[in-house]
């Protein structure tokens, strides 16, 4: 009976959560405004009216930046500032600040839509964006539907007053404008992440509608508490039935439910399951909550909430906890772009660039400083990456003459109430960041301000935590406005962290933002040095990884920290990749720098030698053994050529052409000494160096051999990507090397790569990484820069083989094939 009875209510189920049609339309429809976008890059008179002929305009799919196309120029937004948060008293030329390229200006884009079956009478009509920059003016059929300043941030807007009521096309033209210097790094132009339409009937759940929390945690039972708006069902008694499915799709809970809605209350739910599957970066295990809503009987509205079972907590003394461990962060600053690709959207690449992170042993993101793509945020619940989102880089005082501090006193609140309902149901979220190093830090009422943002975030998401970037230690440690925080999170400054531990209520101190080592790929410079701000003619740094700024430190500092003090809570170094702009050390009038050296992997997506030293400390799981630097020095034969190896083993053995250079041990003698193997006297000369690593015991357990190369002899190239989606939108990235005839990497090679792609797919970007090289991204043609650059490839809509071929002057050619499939 028993049996017969779970039968029928399985099956049940089973119908409920199929997808509803009525009357031939189901409750909810979206789609994306992706293809056939017009676009004009300049202002236009009345470029919303529907007179306009837009046919000349340049035809884009979205998302779009119009500015990583260049050309890179130094008179791209040339800021004559001081810096003050990098202790500058006078204002200097600032040179590639914000990348060199064309962001500042107006565009236009537009496209038009057709809503099917509509019903103006029984249908709402919302358009939503990810994320528009900036000052995006959206109108419909010619007439102003929203404006939205801060280009961060996702908003939305009922367009359904403005739509034709005769089935007609819909024409929508969003108007975009940046001001020159409005960011102190590359913010991207464009229509840049995606624009949905979203189709429901009149009473519906709103945009990011639902707020699911996981009110008790432990292994055996967990609560879920989800709390669903309702538009327009005000004095409805509704009924909702909701049923919680685990990844494999199976209902481990559900609840059918009536009530009443009155004015603005959320409809609230209770669910329990039992053994839940917990969600951390090691166990990425996902729900959803799949609701129904019906209003007389009538099925008004479908929804789906992701979620992950977590518990987040932070404990005087001890730090952080998840699911009643304590762990430190070991995460990373990423700011948005996606270095050749610019700001431009791509879950593919985001992945990729993920992926290495996660290899690193990396546990951690945080947003700098800025609102993430939804897609990112998607990507860290599945993947399992914890997440820190930002939204802000300026406040009520100016850092740039014309940043957000223009827009705050009016949008502030309504931008963090998007943020924070936008992404207060992906588990991969444990805590707010109301800022980065905010001027107002300093200002006698500053606190005021910095409560006023830790207090929307209490209201609207009182599960999380909220932190602040701060650098001027000395102002907040005294005005009250580090204290007021729930976790204090310090900007570098490691030599007052024992100050701030002992003088904050809270008992804790987070490394917001760390490091911020400089380096470029495959550069070595000599001697090799301990130095802050070191210029050199090349316009590059050591990946000695000994280099750093005025105001910042070498990572073996933020290690020290987080390993001998239980109230540190771990670190978000600056930054996990280059990104566009900001090029210190080389800021100030040294064109044509124009992107990043603090990455631990560089623009073009490859890792520098520093990825290793951190994943040496971050990655549990695997060993690590890596030798820097490469060994093909021509000029240096004689020469003392220090070798560094990143290893978790505890010590090493070198030999150079067989002969041993003695064995090195971790040490707390100094700093470097306890986190790298270190053999400074070295001399160089060809042939083969090879590290042998001991385990604990003495024994040798692994080994690695970096040998001279050779005249580089043919053209290489790899992939990880044997197989794409045939979607028109995933990209495979693809390694493009030097080697010699043996098929070592030549890391001195510079020469030009030209490359042809045909077949189902086509050419999407190059980078090599070099923050002084001014060729287009998007030419099939560059320079390798110390031996090595990235192709990008994109798939076309149909299954087949992308042919990709690559020539060099005097080298052998390389042919790859990379399979597209189409989804079954
Ligand atoms: C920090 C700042 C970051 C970036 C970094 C470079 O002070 O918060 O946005 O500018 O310096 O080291």
């Not at 837009?54 to 260049?70: L, M, S």
């Not at 962060?329 to 948005?336: A, I, R, S, W, Y």
């Not at 070191?534 to 316009?539: F, G, I, S």
Request: proline residues 5%; hydrophobic residues 40%; contains cysteine.
């Amino acid at each position: 009976m028993m049996r017969l009875l779970r039968k029928i209510y399985f099956l049940f189920f089973l119908f409920l959560f199929v997808p509803v049609n009525l009357n031939g339309q189901s409750a909810r429809q979206s789609f994306l405004l992706e293809k056939n976008w017009r676009f004009f890059q300049g202002e236009v008179a009345q470029g919303e009216s529907m007179v306009l002929d837009d046919r000349t305009w340049e035809k884009v799919t979205i998302p779009h930046d119009w500015a990583i196309f260049g050309p890179f120029d130094r008179a791209h937004d040339l800021q004559d500032v001081a810096v003050t948060q990098n202790g500058e008293k006078k204002s200097t030329v600032k040179t590639g600040r914000t990348g060199g390229l064309p962001y500042v200006g107006v565009g236009w884009y537009r496209t038009s839509f057709v809503v099917p079956q509509f019903e103006p009478i029984n249908k709402r009509v919302v358009l939503k964006f990810d994320g528009a920059m900036s000052e995006a003016r959206v109108y419909v059929n010619g007439k102003e539907a929203c404006f939205w300043p801060y280009g961060y941030n996702a908003f939305h807007c009922d367009v359904t007053e403005l739509l034709h009521r005769d089935g007609r096309n819909n024409m929508v033209a969003v108007r975009l404008e940046n001001k020159a210097q409005s960011s102190r790094w590359y913010p991207g132009a464009g229509l840049y992440r995606n624009v949905h339409v979203i189709v429901t009937d009149k009473i519906h759940v709103p945009v990011w509608g639902t707020y699911i929390t996981t009110p008790f945690v432990s292994d055996s039972i967990a609560s879920i508490k989800l709390e669903t708006s309702l538009k327009n069902a005000d004095g409805k008694s509704v009924r909702m039935v909701t049923a919680i499915l685990d990844a494999a799709g199976h209902v481990v809970a559900q609840k059918e439910n009536q009530q009443k809605i009155n004015y603005g209350k959320p409809f609230v739910q209770n669910f329990e399951v039992i053994k839940p599957a917990l969600w951390s970066p090691e166990t990425p295990n996902l729900y959803s909550a799949s609701t129904q809503v019906f209003v007389d009987g009538k099925l008004t509205d479908r929804f789906e909430t992701r979620f992950g079972i977590r518990e987040v907590r932070i404990i005087a003394d001890r730090g952080f906890m998840l699911n009643g461990k304590i762990r430190k962060f070991q995460g990373v600053c990423n700011h948005h772009d996606l270095g050749p690709l610019g700001a431009a959207i791509n879950v593919s690449a985001l992945r990729y660039q993920l992926q290495l992170l996660k290899d690193m042993g990396c546990d951690a993101i945080r947003t700098a400083h800025n609102m993430p793509a939804p897609e990112l945020v998607a990507l860290c619940d599945e993947l399992g990456l914890m997440m820190m989102i930002e939204p802000f880089d300026e406040w009520d005082i100016a850092k740039c003459k014309n940043g957000y501090h223009r827009f705050f006193a009016d949008w502030a609140e309504r931008d963090m109430v998007n943020m924070i309902h936008h992404f207060r149901n992906n588990p991969s979220v444990v805590m707010w960041s109301i800022g980065n190093e905010v001027p107002t830090q300093c200002s006698a009422e500053g606190y005021k301000v910095a409560s006023f943002l830790q207090n929307i975030c209490h209201r609207e998401d009182p599960s999380r935590p909220v932190t602040c970037g701060m650098d001027k230690v000395s102002c907040v440690l005294e005005n009250g406005f580090a204290s007021l925080l729930d976790v204090p999170g310090l900007n570098y400054r490691t030599h007052r962290y024992e100050e701030a531990y002992a003088k904050l209520p809270q008992n804790l101190v987070l490394g917001s933002e760390t490091a911020s080592t400089v380096s470029s790929r495959g550069v070595y410079k000599f001697p090799v040095v301990k130095k802050g701000d070191m210029l050199y003619p090349d316009h590059q740094s050591s990946s000695y990884d000994m280099e750093y700024c005025s105001w910042s430190n070498l990572p073996d500092e933020d290690f020290a920290l987080a390993e001998d003090h239980h109230w540190t809570m771990g670190q978000f170094v600056w930054t996990g990749f280059d990104y566009l702009g900001e090029p210190s050390p080389y800021d100030t009038d040294a064109w044509p720098n124009h992107s990043s050296m603090f990455g631990i992997i560089d623009l073009a997506s490859i890792p520098k030698d520093r990825y290793y030293l951190y994943r040496s400390l971050w990655n549990k799981k695997e060993h690590t053994l890596h030798i820097l630097p490469h060994w093909t020095w021509p000029d240096r034969v004689g020469q003392q050529t220090p070798v560094f190896v990143y290893t978790d083993y505890p010590s090493a053995e070198l030999f150079i052409n067989g002969k041993s250079q003695g064995i090195q041990r971790k040490t707390k003698n100094s700093l470097q000494e306890r986190y790298r193997l270190m053999w400074m006297n070295t001399l160089y000369e060809p042939g083969e160096v090879k590290v042998v690593a001991y385990d604990e015991s003495g024994k040798p357990a692994a080994e690695k051999i970096v040998r001279t190369a050779g005249k580089p002899f043919q053209i290489k190239m790899d992939t990880m990507h044997d197989s794409i989606a045939a979607d028109g939108r995933t990209l495979a990235y693809i390694r493009v090397k030097a080697v010699d005839k043996a098929g070592n990497l030549c890391p001195h090679a510079d020469g030009l790569v030209q490359f042809e792609v045909g077949g189902a797919g086509t050419f999407r970007a190059l980078a090599n990484g070099d923050p002084t090289n001014l060729e287009a991204f998007q030419k099939p043609q560059m320079h390798l820069f110390n031996g090595q650059l990235t192709l990008i490839v994109q798939s076309g809509e149909k299954s087949g083989k992308i042919k990709i071929q690559a020539k060099s002057n005097g080298l052998k050619e390389d042919v790859l094939t990379i399979q597209t499939v189409l989804a079954p």
